[in-house]
Every structure is written in C-alpha cells, then in structure tokens.
C-alpha cells in the first residue's frame, strides 16, 4: 500500500488543522492505520491509531482532545484533526498502515508495516 500525508502547512498557535493522508494500492479498508510524528531532534512519536472498525486508540493521554483521527474507507483516506494547536506540535507528520489484525491493540507505536512520506506542520507562536 502505498501512502501519501497532506495538509501541513505554517499555521499560529491556537488553529486548527486537518492533515489527509491517502492510501493506494491494496484494500484500504483492511489496513489499521496510524499517525506519526518527529519533532526537530526528537524520536518518532506515535499519535493515534484507528482500527478496520474504526475506533481509535490514543498514545498518550495528553493527546486526549487536542488530536482526533478518522478514516473515510469510501476515499481511502484518514485523517488527523488536531485543535489548538501549540508550537510544540511543530513536526513531520506521518501515516502509516499495518495488514496485521488487530494492529491498534498492539504496540503499534513500535512501528508499523508501511509508511507514507510526512506533511511538515509548522506552528508559530
């Protein structure tokens, strides 16, 4: 499969932002999908992952409210919605897919099967 993030861009502290990320290639909807992101001089950081059922599962709690994801498996996309964002948000942001089932109870995190190049979000205070 192959995948494609969107959406990032410069924007101010307190926006909102969604990213898309597209997927291509094999049966979208039977992949777990996940989002990323690297911030300057830090390791990879998962995010969220959502499930072929559609419910998501959060890395850290403190991502709780500001980040949502779905997945639109009619388009072949998911996205990530991110609000208020802060400058330490500021990263490349990445999807990734697993075929694995049940990937998101896992220690998706980790790593996934297949990633897709990042969207570079900026955020300015």
């Known amino acids: 499969v192959q995948l494609q993030a969107s959406g990032g861009g410069l924007v101010q502290a307190g926006d909102s932002l969604r990213l898309s990320c597209a997927a291509s290639?094999?049966?979208?909807?039977?992949?777990?999908m996940g989002w990323f992101r690297q911030a300057p001089g830090r390791e990879r950081e998962g995010i969220l992952c959502?499930?072929?059922?559609?419910?998501?599962?959060y890395y850290t709690n403190s991502l709780k409210g500001r980040f949502t994801m779905s997945r639109d498996n009619a388009k072949n996309t998911v996205y990530l919605q991110i609000r208020s964002l802060k400058p330490e948000d500021t990263a490349v942001y990445f999807c990734?897919?697993?075929?694995?089932?049940?990937?998101?109870?896992?220690?998706?995190?980790?790593?996934?099967?297949?990633w897709g190049k990042g969207t570079l979000v900026t955020v300015s205070s």
């Open positions: 959502i499930g072929t059922g559609a419910i998501s599962t």
């Open positions: 990734a897919a697993d075929p694995t089932i049940g990937a998101c109870a896992s220690n998706w995190y980790d790593g996934m099967g297949y």
């Open positions: 290639g094999r049966t979208f909807s039977n992949y777990d």
